[in-house]
Structure formats: C-alpha cells, structure tokens
C-alpha cells in the first residue's frame, strides 16, 4: 500500500509561481516512477509531469515545458512540482501519482497509486 499526500496549492495571481509537494509513505518510494496530473472543472484528467525513479527521465505536457519543473527527493521521499509564469488556464485540482515500474510514463491508467489533490486556482 502507498499513500501519497500532495500539498502547496492556494490561490495565486497570474505570472506567479507555486511549488507543490507530494510525500509518499513506504519504504520503496525511490524505486516508483512519480507523475503529476490535474483537472480542471468540467475537462478531463490530464498529464503534467512525471518523473522516473532516479530522476534520470523527466517528461512534461507541451501546454507547461518550460514554466514548470518535476523534482524529487528519495532520502525524503518526496516529489515535486514547481510551477512558474502561471496562467489562468494552470487552475486545476492537481495530483500525484505513484508507479511501480519506475519510469516517468505520461498515461494515467498505467499508475497504480494516487493522491487526494491539491487546489491549485491562478486569477488574472
């Protein structure tokens, strides 16, 4: 069992910048693959980020290349997300998620763990 708790949401202006966490219990956490993944009011779920077990590989959605950055920390078994130039369109619930075969994959269906959220709201 894997639980993923994310936080660092809240409410922030247009053009600024939120880092979120994602702390994971278990004692495996450096061998999971970690994505990130949000959804807006009324759209689907999609892909953020994601992040392999060494931090080796990193993959991100075109919509936040460059404004956003995944990271993680295995002594603290923790995952990242930090978030830049926000814009109106970023506001979304966002979630992290845990994969076993350790490698950053984009498709949500192929992760086998996932958080509660975090409310991430960006006005103009």
């Known amino acids: 069992q894997v639980r993923l708790i994310e936080s660092g949401g809240g409410l922030v202006q247009a053009g600024g910048s939120l880092r979120l966490s994602c702390a994971a219990s278990?004692?495996?956490?450096?061998?999971?693959?970690m994505g990130w993944f949000r959804q807006a009011p009324g759209k689907e779920r999609e892909f953020v980020a994601a992040?392999?077990?060494?931090?080796?590989?990193?993959n991100y959605a075109d919509s936040v290349k460059g404004r956003f950055t995944i990271s993680r920390d295995n002594a603290k078994n923790t995952v990242y997300l930090q978030m830049t130039s926000l814009k109106p369109e970023d506001t979304a619930v966002y979630s992290c998620?845990?994969?076993?075969?350790?490698?950053?994959?984009?498709?949500?269906?192929?992760?086998?763990?996932w958080g509660q959220g975090t409310q991430v709201t960006v006005s103009s």
């Open positions: 992040i392999s077990w060494s931090g080796g590989t990193t």
């Open positions: 278990g004692r495996t956490f450096s061998s999971y693959g």
């Open positions: 998620a845990a994969d076993f075969a350790g490698i950053a994959r984009v498709t949500e269906r192929e992760y086998e763990y």
